[in-house]
Structures are given as C-alpha cells and as structure tokens.
C-alpha cells in the first residue's frame, strides 16, 4: 500500500478516536443537560465520522472498490444527530417547569415555540377543532 | 502504521464508552441517562468500523447500519414517550 495512503488512514482513526474521547470527556465535564449536549452531539458524531473516512480510504485502497455503505451511515448519522438533540433538550425543558420562567423573553408577540402554542393562522380561524386533533 | 492507529483508536473509544457508561450510571436526570445509552450507540458504531478494519472484512458495515438505525429510532422514541406519554398517538 502507498506510504502516503497509509499515513492519511492512520491520521484519520487517530483523529476519530480524539474526537470521540473528546465527546465523551465533554459528556462527563461538563455541568449541565443542556451544556453536556453539545459534546456527544458534535465531537463524536465528528469521530465517528472520521473513523467511516478512514475506513472507505482503506477498503479503497486495499480492495479497489469505492463502498457506498460508510457514506450512507455518515449521511445517516450526520442527519440524526440534531434531530436527537432537539428531541433530548425538548424533553428537558418539558420535565422542569421553572425551565419557562428562565427562558430570555423572545421580544415578539409570541412566546418560546417549545411552550407556546403558535398563534391560528387568519384563514384558520373558523376551525377551532384543529388544535384537539395534533 | 495503521496497526498502530488502530491500537490507539480502540483504546480511545473503549475510554469514551467506559465514560458514557459512567455517564448512564450516575446521570442526575433522566434525559442524561437517554442522551448516555445514544452516545453510546454512536461510540458502539466507531468500534464496529474500526473492528471492521482490523479483520479487512466489510461484513461488520450492516451491523453498523442497523446500529445507528436502531438508536436513532430508540432515542425519539423514547424522548417521545417522555414528552406525550405515548410513541404512536
């Protein structure tokens, strides 16, 4: 194998497994849920990414054939991780009722989106049963 | 050279799973305890593709699939039940 390949690869595991430490050392650093949110979901996400790259390059290299599975998972991975993340502060904010109250004001008519039901759209108005079947 | 890397990066996300488990042991809410099992998914997956590596076989990449599929759809699942009190209303 190439020396050069060789040392791409290697420097991409190496560089996944620093990020995927970092975001677990970040997920047991730091002080709260909110604040321990933003490790696992950037710095290991970012590792596992790395390890995938790494993994394409070498079966690349070793066997010549470009495999599409690493890029699905990253592709997968890359687009669940926020979805995760929204879902685990928003269940948080949800089980701690004092949350609302520590909550900036938004300085619009309406308040925060996760507490506040939006305001009914004007055409909507004559179909008040909508909100009773989300 | 890879051997060496490979080494390293077994050692680094066998740390990171060992903190999430601390992690999911000790977490003071409950939403710590969803947000550890999901790093650990994900650290999980990094350890397949690494193993995968190791063994020059590209058997290991559906497991990988299936992993990051099953914990995506468990985490909502669960953050869904937490919030509504049901996963499928």
């Known amino acids: 194998m190439n020396l050069i390949v060789e040392f791409v690869i290697s420097t991409l595991i190496v560089l996944g497994g620093i990020f995927a430490l970092v975001g677990s050392w970040g997920l047991l650093r730091l002080p709260d849920l909110m604040a321990r949110l933003h490790a696992p979901t950037k710095a290991t996400t970012l590792g596992v990414g790395g390890a995938l790259i790494a993994s394409m390059l070498y079966f690349l290299a070793v066997e010549g054939t470009l495999s599409i599975h690493e890029i699905l998972i990253t592709a997968f991975l890359f687009l669940t991780a926020p979805i995760t993340a929204h879902f685990i502060a928003k269940a948080h904010l949800h089980g701690q009722p004092e949350s609302v109250r520590a909550l900036p004001p938004t300085g619009q008519s309406r308040g925060w989106s996760t507490f506040d039901t939006p305001p009914p759209e004007p055409a909507a108005e004559d179909s008040p049963a909508e909100d009773s079947q989300r | ?89």
Do not use: K
């Not at chain 2, 939403?31 to 076989?57: K, P, S």
């Not at chain 2, 990988?64 to 699942?77: K, N």
């Open chain 2, 1 to 89: 050279m890879i051997e060496h890397a490979l080494v390293f990066g077994f050692a680094a996300v066998s740390l990171a799973l060992l903190m999430n488990l601390w992690r999911l042991v000790t977490g003071p809410t409950l939403m710590d305890r969803v947000l550890a099992a999901d790093t650990m998914v994900i650290n999980a997956i990094a350890l397949i593709i690494l193993f995968g590596i190791q063994m020059r076989t590209t058997v290991y990449f559906e497991a990988a699939l299936l992993f990051a599929m099953f914990g995506f759809i468990s985490t909502v699942a669960y953050c869904r039940f937490v919030l509504r009190g049901d996963i499928i209303e």
